[in-house]
């Protein structure tokens, strides 16, 4: 993953903001029309801090998705980019899992999942 890693990939968007053995919780931030460079994510659990629209693409496809801020959502292992197409901020927080939880990444999976 270090190869794909969001933090090294796309400094100016993602930060970490804490760290274990466990986790390592991400911060998110952009603009509408701003985009991301292709990236991995671990299974995570993602938190909106506000709502937006963004297009995300993986090497299988591409996804629009709208998503209400203060909700926690499943994202599973993947590799994609993303681009801001709506015209609010994008703000959310990411809690990455390690080790065995962290998954394998699909190119199948795209997206955060409701339930």
């Not at 970490?16 to 701003?34: M, W």
């Not at 995300?56 to 993303?82: C, E, F, M, S, Y």
């Amino acid at each position: 993953m270090v190869e794909q890693d969001p933090v090294t990939t796309n400094p100016e968007h993602y930060r970490t903001v804490f760290e274990n053995e466990f986790v390592r919780v991400l911060e998110y931030t952009d603009e509408p029309g701003h985009s991301t460079t292709p990236h991995v994510h671990p299974n995570s659990v993602m938190v909106t801090l506000t709502d937006f629209d963004r297009r995300l693409h993986t090497p299988n496809g591409q996804r629009d998705v709208t998503i209400a801020k203060h909700q926690a959502l499943w994202l599973p292992a993947q590799r994609h980019a993303g681009e801001n197409t709506g015209h609010t901020p994008t703000h959310t927080i990411f809690v990455e899992l390690k080790g065995a939880a962290a998954g394998v990444v699909s190119d199948d999976a795209v997206g955060p999942q409701t339930g």
